[in-house]
């Protein structure tokens, strides 16, 4: 009876290590679980919401009405485990990028996760449904908030916002930092919408600067003026 007695105490105790182990274990998948949802992160700054009258976008994507685009992606940092079976493969830098219906794709660990391609890379095809947009006498195709320009070497190179235009032409490109975490999808929408503020407040429109209307270097200066004004109102460093 004694070892009975002692075997059961044991065995009592056993379980009880087993469960205290476990529970950390089950608080951290929970945690995980919360935190990739299903198949993406949980987001910490709000996506832009689309215009009156278009749905919400589902869980995970956003709208991106710009120029008319009207289309709708998955968010960057979404991760996915299987990639589209037509996906482009596309190397940079050592990073093997896959591209798919105007999204990017970056490898984490085991998976992938939607990214914001880097300046200079070139894409064979871009999809039918991407915008033509034509900034300053420049034309631009457009697509998930990024800007493509035709490739001397085929195929379409991405290229930094033309809507962000610096006061001074002889300092070359401007940056925009987004200082208070901004998402990728939010900065493209805000600086889509700062674009359309400057040209309702200065009369000056980059997309008909080579018609000659308002293209003198005070009008320029004024728009890049009041782009930025804008852009540091929402919360942006621009430099």
Same mark, same amino acid.
């Given at each position: ?24 274990? !089950? ?15 949980? &987001? ?56 798919? #219906? ?26 039918? &449904? ?6 300053? !006498? ?6 998930? #908030? ?5 490739? !001397? ?62 293209? !003198? ?23």
């Amino acid at each position: 009876m004694a070892s009975r007695a002692m075997a059961a105490r044991t065995a009592l105790r056993m379980l009880m290590v087993l469960a205290a182990c476990a529970l950390p274990l !089950g608080a951290a998948q929970a945690q995980d679980r919360d935190r990739v949802g299903h198949g993406g992160p949980r &987001f910490s700054h709000p996506m832009p919401p689309p215009p009156p009258g278009h749905r919400p976008p589902p869980r995970g994507q956003w709208y991106d009405g710009a120029y008319g685009h009207s289309h709708y992606y998955p968010v960057t940092g979404w991760r996915v485990h299987t990639l589209p079976p037509r996906v482009a493969w596309v190397p940079w830098r050592g990073v093997r990028y896959g591209y798919w #219906g105007g999204v990017w794709y970056a490898p984490h660990g085991s998976a992938w996760v939607v990214a914001r391609p880097p300046v200079g890379i070139v894409i064979a095809d871009l999809p039918a &449904f991407r915008t033509v947009v034509t900034l300053g !006498g420049v034309s631009y195709f457009y697509a998930n #908030g990024i800007y493509y320009r035709e490739h !001397g070497g085929g195929g379409y190179e991405v290229v930094p916002s033309p809507v962000i235009t610096s006061t001074d032409a002889s300092t070359g490109r401007t940056f925009v930092y987004p200082k208070n975490g901004q998402s990728a999808e939010q900065q493209a929408s805000d600086e889509y919408e700062c674009h359309r503020w400057a040209v309702s407040q200065t009369g000056f429109d980059p997309s008909a600067a080579a018609t000659g209307q308002g293209s !003198g270097p005070s009008a320029r200066a004024d728009y890049a003026r009041a782009q930025n004004a804008c852009l540091e109102g929402r919360g942006y460093t621009v430099r």
